[in-house]
């Protein structure tokens, strides 16, 4: 898709969210179970589940610096980047799909250890 045209999307970015209040109101605001990521796919999965669509707006520019907030190597990323996966698949999700459950603190598990590892070898170099 192109960056620069309006596209329905499933997921909005939650640096800039525009919508009607009527539509918070009615599905709620952000969740605050989440910490920091993950809030946007809650909140863009409930607009679409009250029957609305999600739309992304190429024509309008917004200037966020993503990324800045936290250290994508960090212990505290990997953490609440699948926490906030277990949060969304347990409110939607709980006992459906225990595949999907195992599998997220399955990649939490490895991408910890990755970067564990990694940080290790990078101080001994």
Not at 96 to 118: D, V, W
Request: net charge positive; proline share 2%.
């Amino acid at each position: 898709l192109s960056k620069d045209e309006n596209h329905q999307a499933e997921v909005l970015a939650g640096a800039f969210i525009w919508l009607k209040k009527s539509i918070i109101d009615e599905v709620g605001g952000l969740d605050e179970a989440y910490f920091m990521y993950g809030e946007d796919i809650d909140f863009s999965y409930r607009i679409q589940q009250a029957g609305y669509h999600n739309y992304y707006l190429g024509t309008v520019s917004i200037l966020h610096y993503k990324g800045e907030s936290t250290d994508k190597y960090s212990f505290k990323y990997i953490e609440r980047f699948y926490g906030a996966m277990k949060i969304f698949s347990k409110k939607y999700y709980p006992k459906s799909y225990p595949l999907y459950h195992l599998g997220i603190n399955t990649l939490m598990i490895l991408h910890c250890g990755y970067h564990f590892f990694r940080r290790l070898l990078l101080k001994k170099a």
